[in-house]
């Protein structure tokens, strides 16, 4: 990707990986092919990967910034060390099983020219199997929500707002609109209301749910983050987290009680506990379930 000039914005693309190395390169490739209004800082944290991902990258790509730990970091901790080396006064969430698409990032940008109070942009993202628009946002996950999914009436009723509401059945993500928690496969940050609202990550969230502590920071702090459809990346999902299913699994439930425990304070205490139980029962039920699944490809 080429800049106009020096003038242009910096926008630092953080990309933590582990054992992606050839998802990674086609990332990498995206982000260098296309012409964009901004500068491009690309940071890379391998967290220690086996698959010689690292090596790739300093090989291929020599003007990337990589760090390369020899421990496996987790997904915050590793932005969050990007962060520290980044000089853009925009920070650009990347997964590295993404590619980008022609004029991605510029319409990211644009989105922030017209709202001021605009702290987050995320892209739509394109499923890299079919071609299909993945559902990538959601609302926060409340006792209602949780509930209401857990009881099969969003699955019985998808598109309707009083039961489809989570995962936001209802519409068709063709529209740019605000959103409360997009997944932060491709996210663009403004720097200064990171620094605002306190921080990229909370480490307590290491994989998972730190996206969604982090857009709800940002939208308690009166901020909006939006969806914009015509910034378009391709996503294969997954990459990184399907290689130890069942301990994702574990390790998701147990951000998601992290989560519940932290910004559900409103909740009352009997709403909150049952809600608190039914995670974790749903937890061990989807671990064990993938615990067997993997015992029975093996065998």
Not at 112 to 127: G, P, T, Y
Not at 195 to 205: A, D, H, I
Not at 234 to 240: C, E, L, P, V, Y
Request: charged share 25%; net charge positive; proline share 4%.
């Amino acid at each position: 990707m080429l800049a106009p000039d020096a003038s242009a914005p910096l926008v630092s693309v953080l990309i933590v990986s582990w054992n992606t190395r050839e998802l990674l390169r086609e990332c990498l490739a995206s982000l260098l092919q296309h012409e964009a209004q901004a500068r491009l800082e690309i940071i890379v944290v391998d967290n220690a990967s086996g698959d010689g991902s690292a090596a790739m990258v300093a090989r291929e790509f020599p003007d990337v910034k990589l760090i390369a730990s020899q421990r496996n970091l987790g997904f915050a901790v590793g932005n969050n060390r990007a962060l520290e080396v980044a000089s853009g006064e925009y920070i650009w969430l990347l997964n590295p099983d993404t590619q980008v698409l022609e004029g991605a990032l510029d319409a990211l940008l644009h989105r922030f020219e017209l709202d001021e109070k605009c702290a987050a942009v995320a892209s739509a993202l394109i499923d890299a199997r079919d071609g299909s628009l993945q559902g990538s946002c959601r609302t926060f996950p409340t006792p209602r929500a949780l509930w209401v999914e857990a009881l099969s009436l969003a699955r019985a009723f998808p598109r309707s707002k009083r039961f489809g509401f989570y995962r936001m059945g209802w519409w068709n993500r063709r529209e740019a609109r605000p959103v409360e928690q997009p997944m932060a496969s491709s996210l663009l940050l403004r720097r200064r209301v990171i620094q605002k609202c306190g921080g990229l990550f909370n480490p307590e969230f290491p994989i998972f749910f730190n996206d969604v502590d982090l857009c709800r920071r940002i939208i308690d702090g009166g901020w909006s983050i939006w969806f914009e459809p015509a910034s378009r990346v391709r996503h294969w999902g997954g990459a990184s987290t399907k290689q130890a299913r069942a301990a994702m699994i574990r390790e998701s439930h147990a951000s998601l009680e992290k989560y519940l425990r932290l910004h559900q304070t409103g909740s009352s205490r009997l709403a909150l506990g049952l809600t608190v139980a039914l995670v974790r029962v749903s937890g061990r039920a989807r671990e064990a379930a993938a615990y067997w699944t993997q015992r029975k490809r093996k065998s």
